[in-house]
């Protein structure tokens, strides 16, 4: 059984572009959560899709968006990249419903804005 | 809003030493607490946790016990292997497993054969 996957690995992209990271959640999870982990900082929450809508934000401009298909996979889009986006982006994924479900992560990939 | 505090790395010790990692949050109620480890080149981990007070958690030689009155979920290890290097997040939840996750700055961890 796959975990959570992520692509791509890394990513190198100029200030001002637009990116798109991919997740694919671990099987039989129907929740996918996207973190910010700046250079040696904890991860920052992002959002949270369920159901393809977004459910729950953490404090970041509208410049980071998502999206999340009927597979449960999902999508996270930044435009207009700042050198601060720098960082290892992370997909969580996890069953919503009733229990001590855990949240699973996926490697990250590590986006550099030059 | 809540948040969460952690000791300050790098922490470097022998191997088979006893290891303590303090962490303290900040939350009204009672939040689910975690700690997480990140291995170099892999993603995040879930060491253990506990969903209510006097909870202990425990997994791989680890335990964290979850104190309501001094608001803290401090990582112990009687003995450190080298392989016990990594970073380290101590993180709160609320609501259900699927709630954000709100985490501290993160220990890094170095242990010497």
């Known amino acids: 059984d796959a975990g959570v996957t992520q692509s791509p690995t890394h990513l190198i992209k100029t200030r001002g572009q637009q990116v798109t990271l991919r997740c694919s959640p671990k099987s039989g999870h129907d929740t996918v959560s996207w973190y910010q982990q700046a250079l040696g900082q904890g991860p920052q929450f992002i959002f949270q899709y369920y159901e393809e809508e977004e459910r729950q934000r953490g404090n970041f401009p509208d410049r980071f968006s998502g999206h999340q298909f009927p597979n449960y996979s999902s999508e996270l889009n930044v435009n207009a990249l700042l050198l601060g986006d720098s960082a290892l982006y992370l997909c969580a994924s996890s069953y919503t419903g009733t229990g001590p479900y855990e949240q699973y992560f996926g490697p990250g990939t590590r986006l550099t804005v030059t | ?113």
């Open chain 2, 1 to 113: 809003g809540d948040s969460v505090t952690q000791m300050e790395g790098p922490v470097t010790l022998s191997e088979e030493a006893f290891l303590t990692i303090n962490c303290t949050y900040t939350a009204t109620g009672y939040p689910s607490l975690f700690w997480y480890v990140q291995y170099p080149g892999e993603g995040l981990q879930l060491l253990l946790k506990a969903t209510k007070a006097d909870d202990k958690g425990s997994n791989k030689g680890f335990e964290a016990t979850y104190r309501k009155e001094t608001t803290s979920f401090h990582l112990e290890k009687g003995s450190v292997q080298v392989s016990d290097s990594a970073v380290y997040f101590c993180a709160l939840s609320r609501g259900s497993s699927a709630s954000k996750i709100i985490f501290g700055s993160g220990t890094r961890l170095s242990i010497r054969p």
